[in-house]
């Protein structure tokens, strides 16, 4: 059976979203792929559909009039969390700043035919991998299992730990931090402070003395930590989006 996927694109520059909607529609069809794109000439029209359209990849501009594009793939995340995106731009010095939204990749323009080449293959290995690990523990005398991709964040209470997730849910649990930290460090959890242990998935920016999650949420970062915190953090997007620090 042909794999059949849906795709958004924005980009001001109409002629050019031809050229790359073309290009990438081929690279996919070479890999057996069939990509349906809809094309956005601005940030807020496709924010204007996706309440109503559901999309597996979207690839976004960085530099556009009126909302920056990294805000706009923000927001198109917050509503379609499952949508993978992927930049399309020369703005290389802007890498950085996207990450906050857990890019697919990062094409740059100037060299659009290796790095669409890679993005294709990548999304290809992907197509039909489990939506989500688990985190399997033993709380008492239940067995509890934890989506890696909901778990915002583990804040321990002295006795007890409680577990935060994506929902705004909350579940308490007896086991201590150190064998919570040893069974969820693995899949990509950083303890930023005593008793608090991140989803490196839900950091939007890491400050001084805070670290600013994707629902609004700071938590409190360990001065001495900082350094630490940073460098396992851009380890655990390098290692996952591997695109984007390619040189």
């Known amino acids: ?24 529609t081929g690279a996919f069809e070479h890999k057996g792929i069939e ?3 809809h094309k956005y000439g601005s940030g807020e029209a496709i924010l204007s559909d996706i309440l109503n359209q559901s999309f597996d990849l979207v690839f976004c501009d960085i530099e556009m009039p009126g909302v920056d594009g990294i ?14 995106l992927v930049f399309v731009s020369n703005r290389e ?12 990749g990062f094409v740059r323009k100037k060299n659009f035919i290796e790095d669409i080449s ?21 709380n008492g005398d239940s067995i509890l299992a934890f989506s890696v991709n909901e778990v915002c ?9 409680f577990v935060h997730d994506s929902k705004g849910r909350l579940t308490k649990l007896s086991l201590t931090m150190e064998v919570l930290e040893e069974s969820f460090t693995p899949y990509g959890f950083i303890m930023i402070y005593k008793g608090i242990l991140v989803n490196y998935r839900f950091i939007e920016t890491i400050g001084v003395d805070g670290v600013s999650l994707l629902n609004g949420e700071k938590l409190p970062l360990a001065r001495r930590k900082s350094g630490e915190v940073k460098q396992r953090y851009l380890a655990l997007v390098k290692d996952t989006s591997p695109l984007v620090f390619k040189k």
Not at 95 to 104: I, K, N, Y
């Open 1 to 24: 059976m042909k794999i059949r996927i849906q795709a958004a694109m924005f980009d001001d520059d109409y002629g050019s979203m031809d050229i790359i909607a073309n290009a990438i």
């Open 35 to 37: 990509i349906n794109i």
């Open 71 to 84: 805000e706009v793939a923000k927001r198109i995340k917050e509503a379609s969390p499952n949508s993978e």
């Open 93 to 104: 010095d802007r890498v950085f700043d996207s990450l906050a939204v857990r890019p697919f």
């Open 118 to 138: 890679l993005v294709v293959d990548a999304y290809a290995k992907n197509i039909g991998a489990p939506v989500s690990e688990k985190v399997v523990i033993k």
């Open 153 to 161: 964040y583990i804040e321990s209470n002295k006795k007890n730990q």
